[in-house]
């Protein structure tokens, strides 16, 4: 027998023994492991504690928060819609003879203590609640991936609306992505309203965890408002639980207003939306290349906005949505993947605390085309940098390829277990009397078997404190070969396939969706054969 | 023409342009670019200091510290042989009724206070050496590995005594990975001597930088010295800059001597050759499962060690080696890859720091077999956190599979790219003036074109700030396609085989190593064809 299959011996036998004597026999060891684990002792979660890791010194943020002000009062923000100009200068912000919005110094500390914070994304279930607070942790999905990577064919196609819908049901099972951006636009739906509409409609049937989208134009929101009331129960109650938010690039970095966005903005406000106040310059193109300044420049986009919200309603809750990107200025193109995109948002996560305003920003987009090595390093050192950073919601960081251009089913099953790696390295360790061992060590060393295998910290632990991959494989070389050497991509294509063949989440009855489909008609385009109906 | 070609050709167009004015012409932008930078402006290199992710607090660090002295006072170690009891004896340890050494505070305390730090370990060229201090960080390669990991058969075979000097010469030119650890066995030379030669004959032969390496028995020792010694140029030119470490696993856990591993201890602290303090433990196994249990185990192990190198002889450098590994408590097995490996490593960074001593332990063991996805973001979380935990010396953090089972070469070349990324999150943000940019941002949005392509400070910070991968891939969808889908493993394979082809380091003359193959005979048993000779 070879080491580590003794070794594996002597655990489960020691496993064995040691509940055998607690729990009466093999029915009831049978039922331990069968059990669920209930939250609070799962040994990953949403909401863990980050916070570990700061790129940046205190005097560092104090002095990114000056240059940020400065810049407000003196740069200000160029194409300002009319109504956004109105509510931004009735607050306090000066209208130039330039064009440009400027903000004076006291407006923005104003708006940073009255802004809402410390609020919860709710899900339609509300076991998918996220209250985002501290250095609370979540980790979601996001993008608008313009292709679907086919992992089986090795290429790239357009991706469409069932997919989409297809995305939303994995995630809606996978435990270690706890929220849902729509990550990819249906190529096959290219009318503007039919596109915002079914899109959140996709969303919204495929998943009862959170769902972040966005609009195309002001007139859109409406009836995507109509649809919503009617699945939240009325109007009132989904103000009161909004389970979707409103991702918002209302800035065209640098420093100027998108107006369409803007719209849409003042749309969502009003509808009771939550708004993701998205600024993504891009380092080196729409944004300074030198690291410091493309987190002032996203910092100082993103209080405007939230200036701005607040204009139109004081306390409309709002996430602080610095998404700084990076190019690779050999070429100008867009390198998510990249250390420079781990360090820009890390440090935008602390920027947030800073303020103690809710984060979001982006990880784990890899710049390799498929889920190769590479896309696994670059989404590991991200995601991973992300959540020690106490990042509040770290979007893009599942099934993302190409720089946000492809995004793939099969990753999302894979990624799934990545994040529960790096939640697992977000919770930290535990230094407790009983967790620094002092008896244990005593006890095994001078009286017990000189080994730590079956001991009662060990089987106690073992659920607990350690996780697991799902699809990862920890053989050995010898198990590996006798298996058919295992490969982690044919997994996640047969996890896949299983799961879409059989999840219809049902959490929108289906007459309630034969109500939505009576009242839009052939606005919906998502088919009920695609929904298993 | 799509969006990032557009921007890719701007940001060239105008990048030459500014060149051009600068430095008047095509010819001086060709030597601007061909120029390899100076290191001190490199975007990544040895010794960038981290310490910016703290797993632990300093009231976590004082209670390590105090159940370590209270384990070592109380619990102490067994088999002690001899020699190692008479000196720490003598040095004030207490051999108990039962055998079991112990350790007073006083004796520890005193110990640390008095230990080597801040020495550097070097290469055989001093360009390689690595000044190990404060949170200076290293990667480095290092193991035990019995197969070579085959990616062209998806297979693994026998590592044999050629693999290992072309991993020493693949290293040779990877300037991510900063030392050479030895980290295969050469199946291919069962006898234990010739073992031991041989290994580390092919490391010091196949690269200049700082070798690491070990022995079986004490015995072994004096012939590997006395072909330093030649290597050097004489004895006290090697003692002067000892190019050789010895990885010496002298505990086997949890809290016992490895009798043969002492006997080597004492040979290499004799003979000049610094020690890397191991000790090995596996959470759950031969180290307590509770992940603060471990790191306590470990430090009260490599604390003994360093008390007996010290009275063998004060102030011989030693590294402080605390390496406790993971068990996946289903199986028994080890895991490398995991999140707990990850916590586990940047905890035992953060304790070296807390004794200001030099340490080192590992990193980017993947449990997956292969060059995929999983060991993809296994190894980029393990390695990016202990980087940022400011590791001095990061062992196994290049090229190693199934947990320490399987090497691979083209691995190496990946994981040099993968490095590059963790040294430059390693780096970290620079906040100066210039760097929070208002200038730039005030200039670009005001009077500007716009954007910042072709910014000078954008041009400025391309080389310096900004790392590029040699073998990963950053093409666009479109552009992927067009250049036949390259596969970063395919490209990979062609790397080594290149560099395999066309890279025998001569650093040893041909002269020198032929006087060596006159001096030990038969014992040497790499073929001269294997080294290109």
Redesign the interface.
Known sequence: MSA?AE??????DSAAEARSRRSGGREARRALRAAPLADDVRPVRPGLEGG?????VQ??LE??HE?VL??LE??GF?NAIPSCADVCVKAGAILGADGRLRFPRGLIEATIRKAARNFTLHGQDPRHDMLIQGTRVHYGTAGAAV?LVDVEK???RESQLQDIYDAARLVDGLDNIHFFQRPMVPRDVPDPLAMDFNTLYACVMGTSKHVGTSFTVRENVAPALEMLYAIAGGEERFRARPFVSNSNCFVVP???FAEDACGVLEACVEGGIPILLLSAGQ???????????????AVAEVLVGLVYVNALKPGHPAIFGTWPF??????????GG???Q??LTA?CAQMAQFYDLPGGSAAGMA???L???????????TD??AG?SGLNLVYESAGMH??L??FCLE?LI?DN??L??????VR?????D?????D???E???NGP????G?E??LR??QT?????AV??????KE??EKG?P???ARAIAEKKRVLAERFPRHVPKLLDDRLRATFGDLIKLPRSGMGL
Chains 1, 2 share one sequence.
């Open positions: 580590p070794i594996a011996t002597v655990v489960q570990r890791y700061k790129p940046l005097n560092d002095r990114i240059a400065t810049l003196t740069v160029a292709h090795r290429e790239y640098p420093m100027k380092a080196g193109a729409t944004a300074p290349a030198a690291i410091a300044g493309a987190v002032v420049q990076v190019s690779d200025l050999r070429t100008g193109a867009m390198s990249s250390a420079e781990a360090l440090a710049d390799s085309k889920p190769d090595i590479q896309s696994g390093f670059e989404k590991g050192i991973v940098m020690l190409a720089s251009l492809g990753s894979i277990d990545m529960g790696y790096c939640q697992r390295c930290g360790i535990e230094v407790t009983a967790a620094l061992s002092i244990t060590i005593t095994v060393c001078l000189g080994h730590y295998l001991n910290q060990t632990l073992m404190e350690y996780f697991y991959p990862g494989d920890r053989f050995s070389p590996w070969n050497k490969d982690i991509l």
